[in-house]
Structures are given as structure tokens and as C-alpha cells.
């Protein structure tokens, strides 16, 4: 045992560079195991539900699966920590963070896919009701998070680790090759991948300190009332900057802003172009306003910020639109890490994600607040 939980240990040494673990194809669980009785079911190719019905009609068949003895050593309901699986009132804590629409993206695809599952468990197909069982939306949920390379999810994740799980399609097996030199008993760890500790929250429900690859989303939006809200949309659009689409399709106006440190270190002020030049056509007044944009972005290209606008209390207004959007979540992020202290409901493990996740943004904010031009 590590300090997270299983973890699988070197019994040798294990040089670095060396191929140190081998899965064969067979022994994966892949779309393709799904038996054609349950895959009838399937009005849906989102490989995660078809991984989770084949689990759900392994542990059905219970000790008659050949996959039972891994299937007994899956993480069980209650140890699973996923935002998925988190109450109203905790994920509250990050409405201001990725995360928290992450993960009501995931449950809105979970409950639809466990809707057309249910459907055609109910309606077109009873007789597959032999093949799950009675499966609940939290069994389904159950069964869409957890991991399926048997060994391979044994690994803990290190965001400092180069080791990642790769395919070798001649050998037909999954490969890890190590990235450091381990000795007998060292724990072996692998990188999920770049990645911020938003996903690792939805998917693997954990989030880790110091994460280099946080990443903060800055929310703008061209305000429903505004009367020049269809120009404006149009305009946005015909420079590739249309926003997220409702529902119905429409143009919603709002459109999110992805920062991460690496970006902004690398990139500095034109990291934030995009968002500057979305706040000028936000805080553009008039009709020949815009006009006046459109035509400073042939010569100066103001949509993309590449320039400033000729205007410079325009400019400065547009620029005050934006730092008063950060500051607006580095306020929120301040407040929510200084109340979860006070905080004595929730879960000691859920207040460690928690701080980690708020940590993390609140550094890439704060860094995003001090770039230059700002
Ligand atoms: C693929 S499994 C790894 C095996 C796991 N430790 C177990 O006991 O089954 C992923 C889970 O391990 C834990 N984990 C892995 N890496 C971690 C890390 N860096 N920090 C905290 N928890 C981690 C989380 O609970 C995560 O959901």
C-alpha cells in the first residue's frame, strides 16, 4: 500500500528506459469485449458506456466471470472520490472552478447514455435485463469511472513522471517504459497526463498540489440586453470567435477563456489577446463603433489583439473590463479556500480536493492578473 491507496512496487530494480511491464491485448478490456447480447443494446458509441455495460454484465455473472478475481480488486462504490459522486452542497465549494461544469457535463452524458440504456433495457430488448441485471443510474456511474487495463490502473499518477501507458501494435500489447531508475520496493508511478487537476477531480476523484498543468477558465459574456447583442454575435463569428451554442443551437454570447501557467509563461501577453479583443467588442458602444473597430482590425487586426486601439480610452475600458473579470475570480477563489476552513461538514478527503483544486486556480489567476499588459 502507498500512501494513495494500492500501488504496484518494483520487486527489482528496473533501470530507466527499460519496458518493464507488458499487458497483452487479451487480458485488456476493450469496446470490442462487449458480447454482441449487450452491444444489441447499444444505441450509443461512446466507448465509456460500452466498457461499463460490459463490466456491469461481468459482475452480474459474478463468480462465473473469468474476470472476477480483477473485478473483486476494482475500487468499490463508497472509495470512490469523483466529483460525480459529490452532494449539491460540496460542489458548491467549486462553482467557480472548471471543474464544477465538468462534471455536470459528465453527469448530463452519463444520465442520457443511462437513459437510452434503460429504454432499451425496458422497452426494446427485456431479455437483456438477463444480462445486466437491474442496473441503477449509481451502479451505471459506478461502472463508467472506474478503470479497466487490469495492472496498468494499479498505477498512481505522478504529474513529474514521463512514464505513460503506450501501445505496441506489433507485439499487440499495452507498454510502460520506465522514465528513472527504480530500485526493489520503490513505488512505480505513471502520468495520467498533462493534466489539470479539474479532470483528475471528474475522473479519477483526486487533485494534486502544485499541479504545473491548473488550468482557470475566465467566463465573458455579451449581455442579453445589450442592443447591439446581434451585431455583436455576428461580428464575433465572422472573426472566428463565436461563442458556446445553447441548447437549440443558438449562439449563447457567453463564450470561457482557458489559461494555463505554462501558456502564459511561454506566451505572455498574447496569451490574453483573445480575451482582450473579445472585451473591446463587449464594451463597444455604438453601431460606428463597431465600424470603427472593424475597420482598425484591417490595418492594426484589433480582433485579435494585436494591436491596441487607436482610442485609447476605449482601449483602457476594454482592458478594465478584463482585469475586472479575474479580479472578480481571484476574489471568488480568495473566499471560498478562507470559508472551507471553517467548514467542519464536509469530509476531510473532499476538503483536501477542495483546497487543491482552489489553490491551484487561484496561483494561475493570480499569475494571469499580473501579465503586462493587464
Ligand atoms: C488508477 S487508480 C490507482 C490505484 C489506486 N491507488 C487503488 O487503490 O485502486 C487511481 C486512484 O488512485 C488514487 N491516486 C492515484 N494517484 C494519486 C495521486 N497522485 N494523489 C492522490 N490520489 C491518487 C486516486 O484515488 C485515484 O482514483
Same mark, same amino acid.
Given at each position: ?44 458509441? =461512446?466507448?465509456? %458506456? +460500452? #466498457? &461499463? ?8 455473472? /459474478?463468480?462465473?466471470? !473469468? ?92 504529474? =513529474?513522471?514521463? %512514464? +505513460? #501507458? &503506450? ?8 507498454? /510502460?517504459?520506465?522514465? !528513472? ?194
Amino acid at each position: 500500500m502507498s500512501q494513495y491507496g494500492r500501488a504496484l512496487f518494483a520487486t527489482r530494480r528496473v533501470p530507466a528506459g527499460s519496458r518493464f511491464l507488458e499487458i497483452p491485448r487479451i487480458a485488456i478490456i476493450t469496446p470490442e469485449n462487449v458480447p454482441s447480447q449487450v452491444s444489441h443494446l447499444l444505441s450509443t458509441s =461512446n466507448p465509456k %458506456t +460500452r #466498457l &461499463s455495460l460490459f463490466l456491469l454484465s461481468e459482475k452480474h455473472k /459474478a463468480q462465473e466471470s !473469468q474476470w472476477a478475481p480483477y473485478l473483486r480488486c476494482l475500487p468499490q462504490l463508497g472509495d470512490i472520490e469523483s466529483t460525480m459522486f459529490w452532494k449539491a452542497e460540496e460542489l458548491a465549494w467549486l462553482k467557480h472552478s472548471p471543474t464544477y461544469r465538468e462534471t455536470m457535463e459528465c453527469l448530463k452524458i452519463i444520465k442520457s447514455e443511462f437513459h437510452l440504456l434503460t429504454l432499451a433495457n425496458k422497452q426494446v430488448f427485456p431479455w437483456c435485463r438477463d444480462a445486466l441485471g437491474e442496473v441503477s443510474l449509481t451502479d451505471f456511474m459506478h461502472a463508467y469511472s472506474t478503470d479497466q487495463i487490469p495492472f496498468a490502473d494499479f498505477f498512481n499518477h505522478d504529474h =513529474n513522471c514521463q %512514464t +505513460r #501507458l &503506450s501501445y505496441d501494435k506489433e507485439k499487440d500489447c499495452a507498454v /510502460a517504459v520506465a522514465d !528513472q531508475d527504480y530500485k526493489a520496493g520503490d513505488e512505480i508511478f505513471l502520468s495520467y497526463g498533462s493534466t489539470p487537476n479539474s479532470i483528475l477531480a471528474v475522473d479519477y476523484g483526486f487533485a494534486v498540489a502544485s499541479n504545473p498543468h491548473e488550468q482557470v477558465e475566465v467566463p465573458m459574456g455579451v449581455s442579453l440586453t445589450d442592443p447591439l447583442r446581434d451585431l455583436k454575435l455576428q461580428t464575433l463569428s465572422r472573426h472566428n470567435m463565436s461563442t458556446d451554442l445553447n441548447d437549440d443551437g443558438s449562439p449563447s454570447g457567453r463564450k470561457r477563456f482557458t489559461f494555463r501557467d505554462s501558456d502564459l509563461a511561454e506566451r505572455g501577453s498574447m496569451a490574453v489577446a483573445p480575451l482582450r479583443a473579445f472585451a473591446r467588442l463587449i464594451c463597444a458602444e455604438s453601431y460606428e463603433d463597431l465600424q470603427e473597430m472593424s475597420e482598425e482590425s484591417l490595418t492594426h487586426d484589433v480582433f485579435y489583439a494585436l494591436s491596441p486601439r487607436r482610442d485609447e480610452r476605449k482601449e483602457s475600458e476594454a482592458v478594465s473590463f478584463v482585469r475586472t473579470q479575474i479580479k472578480q475570480q481571484v476574489d471568488q477563489h480568495s473566499k471560498a479556500l478562507k470559508d472551507l476552513d471553517d467548514d467542519r461538514e464536509i469530509p476531510l478527503s473532499r476538503k483536501s480536493i477542495l483546497r487543491n483544486i482552489l489553490t491551484g486556480e487561484l496561483r494561475v489567476l493570480r499569475n494571469l492578473s499580473c501579465i503586462t499588459c493587464l
